[in-house]
């Protein structure tokens, strides 16, 4: 069985976001990771793997400076790793993204494709519904557990006040919630090995079967009018008193504005 | 493609067991909007299997048409069959906007749909206008007008971008639940109904539902809450969140939290407040013993007032709060829900 696990290397927003003394947001301080639902996207794969047997390929499209992401991943138990990238195809909306990295994908062998449901730096949950799209595969979006039988992959699916529980022939695509599970640790071995591997590049002309026009900004049909960070609302009062006059400072609030 | 041909500003008036959810109408209110400085008309257009019963109300929310397509394979969310029915309708229809809800079912059908009728999806809108794009006249750039600009929060919300779709049709978007407002009922007021009956082609992309289980745990709806206490972590222990379901209570209010919360497992994941959790904006909210990390405030910076207790006094959600109070919720909470029940009695 062959699974392949698309990752994406994202700023860190939890917790570490810095601003600039302006109030922008202070993107050279921020850290690189594997995106979390991505990671668990791996994690997934590599319980399956474990499992069932299975060759498990990472593939990511970004700078070359994800390679570091690739190589956590091949550290993690990835047994392959492919990096797309190109200046060709920068400044690519969901639509170009997915299309570029289904073409990427056609070149591999794959009974299933596992992305995160989303990225956290563009929070969109648009690309792996669309890649399945573009590779005319069945989809299941918001897994909560995957567990494979036989040609088929039983998934519980997410939705905001119950789950169904899904059958799916393979090949398909699955995105999935951070939910899922605790991904593993790099061990120190893995860490070694991985450093040893080949990391596959491939640049927009080993994709063939790929459209120039459905890729990079050129090929994205959303356009950015205007981009900025975004304006706080600045702190308010901050008080502290001992329990009683905490109680009376609060009550008058709520009667001021006239909540009570 | 011809973009002249596309007219109209569409919305997918998402049901679950035969029931409307409450962003068709959200979805309505900002519609009208956009179809009145367009000079159209809004249609919502309904899938599922026995719909009929639905159209009346659509209709007094403010929709001028209503497209039902009813298809027993309709009946359940399965993505194929939906993004078939909503493809179909697309092209037959040919609406220039359509706007479909960011939930867990447009999250996943909106970019399905969207790639298949080749067109761009802004995610999970928070704010929609028409305008100009760009949105200043550039040399060797034509200006287009009545364009759909799509704002949305990203990074966390930490920037907001506009995005606009220029040359694909619809304009879609996936707009974010509770955001925007619904119109005032106008009881009888008529859509135009019509049945539309695209066949839908069974194949290997129909996925099928074994089981479906939903959560009994809980049925308020945060969202809808005009006073919200929301404990995070610091509140300790599930039994604890006693103390902030009793002040809740003197108010008139619901309890919600944070994700720290849900996955200690003290409280449903419904009642998550935050990006991967719920958008609340209610009339104030209290965050209880919430650190404030970025993924919670995004989910609530937008609430009228915000009052925050909690220990330490360089916690984030003081960066938000209008009023913080640095102390120890197990002291000040209940005795603010005895103060509280006194001010009310007095009153009465
Ligand atoms: C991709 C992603 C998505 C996320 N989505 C969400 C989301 O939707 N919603 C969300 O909430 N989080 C989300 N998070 C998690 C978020 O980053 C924080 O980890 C989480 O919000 C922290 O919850 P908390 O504030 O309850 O807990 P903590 O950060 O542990 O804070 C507890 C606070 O309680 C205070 N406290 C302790 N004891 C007392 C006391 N006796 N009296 C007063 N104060 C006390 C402490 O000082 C502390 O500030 C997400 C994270 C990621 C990576
Ligand atoms: N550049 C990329 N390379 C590989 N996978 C990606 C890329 N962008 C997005 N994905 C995958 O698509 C998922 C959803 O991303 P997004 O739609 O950007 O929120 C991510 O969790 C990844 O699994």
Redesign the interface.
């Given at each position: 069985m062959n699974i392949v696990v698309c990752i994406k290397q994202v700023p860190d927003t939890k917790g570490g976001v810095k601003f600039n003394p302006d109030g922008t947001l202070d993107r050279a301080s921020m850290l690189a990771i594997m995106n979390p639902d991505d990671k668990a996207g791996l994690e997934a794969a590599l319980r399956i793997k474990e499992q069932n047997g299975a060759k498990v390929t990472v593939v990511t499209m970004g700078l070359p400076k994800a390679d570091d992401m690739l190589r956590e991943a091949l550290a993690m138990g990835a047994d392959e790793a492919v990096l797309v990238t190109d200046r060709r195809l920068g400044g690519a909306d969901t639509w170009a993204t997915s299309s570029t990295v289904a073409a990427a994908v056609k070149k591999l062998d794959y009974d299933l494709i596992i992305t995160g449901r989303q990225a956290i730096d563009g929070d969109t949950a648009q690309v792996g519904p669309q890649i399945a799209e573009h590779l005319a595969l069945p989809v299941i979006s918001y897994a909560e557990d995957i567990k494979v039988e036989g040609n088929s992959v039983i998934v519980k699916r997410q939705y905001e006040d119950r789950y169904h529980e899904v059958k799916a022939q393979m090949p398909c695509l699955i995105t999935a919630l951070s939910e899922l599970n605790e991904p593993r640790y790099m061990t120190p071995g893995g860490i070694f090995d991985a450093y040893d591997k080949e990391v596959t590049v491939w640049g927009r002309d080993d994709l063939t079967d790929l459209d120039d026009a459905n890729i990079g900004l050129a090929g994205s049909p959303t356009k950015i009018a205007k981009a900025s960070d975004k304006v706080r609302k600045g702190a308010g009062e901050k008080v502290t008193l001992d329990p009683k006059e905490s109680v009376e400072y609060i009550v008058n609030k709520l009667k001021e504005k006239h909540v009570i | 493609m011809s973009l002249e041909e596309y007219k109209g500003v569409a919305i997918f008036a998402q049901q679950?067991d035969n029931k409307l959810s409450s962003i068709a109408f959200e979805l309505i209110g900002k519609a009208h909007e956009l179809a009145a400085d367009l000079g159209t008309d809004v249609t919502a257009v309904v899938l599922g299997h026995d719909i009929a019963g639905l159209a009346d109300k659509l209709g007094e929310y403010g929709a001028d048409k209503v497209v039902l397509i009813d298809n027993k394979e309709l009946e359940?969310?399965?993505?194929?069959p939906y993004a078939q029915a909503l493809t179909a309708y697309i092209n037959e229809y040919k609406p220039e906007i359509m706007l479909v809800g960011a939930?867990?079912?447009g999250?996943?059908l909106?970019?399905?749909v969207?790639?298949?009728v080749?067109?761009?999806?802004?995610?999970?809108c928070t704010s929609l206008e028409i305008g100009d794009?760009?949105?200043q006249a550039r040399e060797g750039q034509e200006q287009k007008h009545n364009q759909l600009?799509m704002t949305r929060?990203?990074?966390?919300?930490?920037?907001?971008?506009?995005?606009?779709?220029?040359?694909?049709r619809p304009q879609m978007a996936t707009v974010r639940p509770g955001v925007m407002q619904k119109l005032p009922k106008e009881a009888g007021r008529k859509a135009e109904v019509i049945n539309f009956n695209p066949e839908l082609t069974v194949n290997?992309?129909?996925?099928?539902?074994?089981?479906?289980?939903?959560?009994v745990t809980s049925t308020v709806d945060i969202m809808a809450a005009k006073?919200l206490v929301s404990g995070g972590r610091g509140v300790g222990s599930a039994e604890n969140f006693k103390l902030l379901e009793d002040l809740a209570e003197v108010?008139g209010g619901t309890v919600s939290c944070s994700r720290a919360v849900v996955d200690s497992g003290w409280k449903p994941k419904?009642l998550q407040v935050g990006?991967?959790g719920k958008t609340v904006r209610p009339?104030?909210y209290f965050a209880i013993g919430i650190s404030g990390?970025?993924?919670h405030t995004a989910g609530m910076?937008e609430s009228d007032?915000?009052?925050a207790?909690n220990k330490d006094?360089s916690a984030p959600i003081?960066?938000?709060?209008?009023?913080?109070?640095?102390?120890?919720l197990n002291?000040?909470v209940p005795?603010?829900t005895e103060?509280?029940k006194a001010?009310?009695a007095a009153?009465n």
């Open positions: - | 679950v359940t969310y399965r993505t194929e939930t867990a079912i999250r996943d909106g970019p399905t969207s790639a298949r080749k067109t761009g999806l802004t995610a999970d794009f760009p949105l600009l929060p990203a990074f966390g919300g930490n920037t907001i971008a506009t995005i606009a779709c220029p040359d694909n290997n992309r129909f996925v099928e539902i074994l089981n479906i289980v939903k959560n006073i108010l419904d990006q991967t009339n104030v990390a970025i993924q910076e007032i915000i009052i207790i006094e003081f960066d938000v709060a209008d009023y913080g109070i640095v102390g120890d002291k000040i005795a603010l103060a509280l001010e009310l009153k």
